[in-house]
Structures are given as C-alpha cells and as structure tokens.
C-alpha cells in the first residue's frame, strides 16, 4: 500500500500540507491546516505541534497534537484529516492507528483525547470504529463532545 509516515511539519513540507483540504462537508467540522499550523506558532500554552500525514512522498493528511497534561497523562489530537482527494482507501485507519503508536513513543500519557463537533455522525462512527470512548464530557470552549483512548489497552 505504500510508506506510511508522520512527519513534523517545517520548511521542507509545510505547502505540501496546506494544500489538502477535507471535503466540503467536513469543511464546517474542521479548521483548515493553514489556521492550525498558525495556532502552533501563537497558541504557546499548549505546545502544539503539527504532522503531515505521508504516504510514501506525498502528502496525504494532517493532525496537531499537544496540551498535554502530565498529571493526568494524556494529550489532546486536536486536529486529525485527510485530504479529500486520498478520503475512501483506508488511510484515515491506518494513521489514526500509527498515531496511537506515535503519541505512545513521543509522549508519556496512557490516553489520548480529542472533540468532536456534536452532529458531526461521521467522524463519532469514525473514532468509536477505532476504539475511542465518548466521555460524555463536553468541552465548554467549543461545546464539543469529548471522546479518549486508553494507549494501554
């Protein structure tokens, strides 16, 4: 199927990863890459940081990763997409599969957690598919359901 890697967003690759875009109907549900890759440079209380999604050479997807809280042990994924053009052939498994393992590598946390929009049905079935648990929590700043994996299962 291809090289799969998940590499930091710099000078090399940065156009590489605002040129994908969801599709128009996740457009409402997800902030465009180019707006993450800026809130990683101002938004300093979270420490985020910003991975393009590759397969092989091209860039297929995105996430942001950070405000990770050490005495509770987990980070947030923030943003997680991948490009419309590549949406349909399995890639959104298999890296939300390699960043489980990724966070476990780089970060010392045992979950990961991130917000869903509440009728966004989609991206619920999504991350529920891959083991994510709906909290039952909302995030009062989005007012957005919040759902976690436990990396230690």
């Known amino acids: 199927m291809g090289?799969?890697?998940i590499l930091l967003v710099d000078s090399s690759n940065w156009r590489y990863v605002i040129a994908l875009r969801a599709e128009k109907s996740?457009?409402?549900?997800?902030?465009p890459n180019e707006i993450s890759l800026l809130e990683s440079f101002y938004d300093t209380k979270n420490d985020w940081s910003c991975f393009g999604l590759f397969n092989?050479?091209?860039?297929?997807?995105?996430?942001?990763i950070g405000?990770?809280?050490?005495e509770e042990r987990y980070v947030w994924l923030d943003r997680f997409m991948i490009d419309r053009r590549f949406q349909g052939k399995g890639l959104g498994g298999v890296f939300l599969e390699k960043t489980k393992e990724f966070v476990l590598r780089q970060y010392d946390v045992d979950e990961l957690v991130l917000s869903v929009t509440k009728n966004n049905d989609a991206a619920k079935h999504f991350y529920r598919k891959h083991g994510f648990k709906d909290t039952g929590l909302i995030d009062p700043e989005f007012d957005e359901e919040i759902y976690v994996y436990n990396l230690l299962k």
Do not use: C
């Not at 996740?26 to 902030?31: C, G, R, S």
């Not at 405000?67 to 050490?70: I, L, Y």
């Open 26 to 31: 996740q457009e409402p549900f997800i902030e």
């Open 56 to 64: 092989g050479e091209t860039a297929v997807g995105f996430m942001m």
């Open 3 to 5: 090289t799969f890697r």
């Open 67 to 70: 405000a990770e809280n050490r």
